[in-house]
């Protein structure tokens, strides 16, 4: 764990204060970075199904009881949330329990956002509500002590990245107890699109989250952080992690 800050100390303020608007944020990030044409690297996940208007399906008996069936109560602080489990099916994977560091109940959660759902998804925003009490629901139950987030960023255009504003909005939603213990948020495979997202609201982010916060360039360098037996790695990460490992190893041309 050499390298890792943990830190005892943590206050609501620390992250986040009011932001200027996301929508400008993102867009002068994108203004810098130019569009990004990198390939998806997993399949595309089905759309759940949106019934048009003035059309009602009639439930048979086994299809009434599948429909009850679909839907999950997470309690997110005080309050219980229902979750259409079927809707988000195909993204459950974008959080995971990854074991534990150290001595006690440490918990390792991994974040892979090469789960998320397209922007381009007809029902995005529905989509996006779900999964976002999805993950504050389940990081409530993964978490007992202290934890870290292992984010898994590389193999995902922009088009999966999730805005800030819902980023912002899941650390707003988290627990006391959560924000307190949040011990590291380590970034595997950082893109240049979200170091300048991190550099340019830096402003904004007290110097305590900040130091929270860790690159790592390969998942070689993340073993040495963290214990790798229960951490779910997804292919596709492993792929570009070997793409970009080989780049790195290639022998320069003698001239």
């Not at 990004?36 to 009602?56: A, C, M, N, Y």
């Not at 073993?223 to 037996?229: G, I, K, N, S």
Request: glycine share 6%; proline share 6%; aromatic share 10%.
């Amino acid at each position: 764990m050499e390298g890792v800050e943990l830190k005892e100390e943590w206050q609501d303020e620390d992250f986040p204060i009011p932001l200027p608007e996301d929508d400008s944020i993102e867009a002068d990030i994108l203004a810098i970075t130019g569009p990004e044409d990198q390939p998806d690297d997993l399949p595309k996940p089905k759309t759940t199904e949106v019934i048009r208007k003035g059309s009602i399906t009639e439930y048979t008996a086994a299809e009434e009881k599948e429909d009850g069936r679909r839907w999950r109560m997470f309690r997110i602080g005080e309050q219980d949330h229902r979750v259409d489990m079927k809707a988000i099916e195909p993204y459950k994977k974008v959080i995971s329990h990854g074991g534990y560091y150290g001595d006690g109940l440490n918990a390792i959660v991994v974040f892979a956002v090469c789960f998320m759902p397209e922007s381009s998804q007809p029902n995005y925003r529905y989509l996006m509500d779900n999964l976002f009490k999805y993950v504050i629901g389940t990081l409530e139950l993964l978490v007992a002590e202290n934890y870290m987030i292992v984010y898994l960023n590389g193999a995902t255009t922009r088009r999966k990245m999730p805005s800030l504003g819902w980023l912002r909005k899941c650390y707003q939603q988290i627990d006391r107890r959560l924000r307190k213990n949040l011990k590291s948020l380590i970034i595997v495979h950082p893109s240049w699109f979200i170091r300048t997202l991190l550099a340019v609201t830096r402003p904004f982010i007290s110097s305590k989250f900040s130091q929270k916060i860790r690159y790592v360039f390969n998942l070689a360098e993340l073993a040495e952080l963290v214990p790798m037996e229960y951490v779910g790695i997804p292919e596709c990460i492993k792929q570009v992690d070997q793409e970009l490992n080989g780049k790195q190893d290639e022998p320069k041309n003698e001239q």
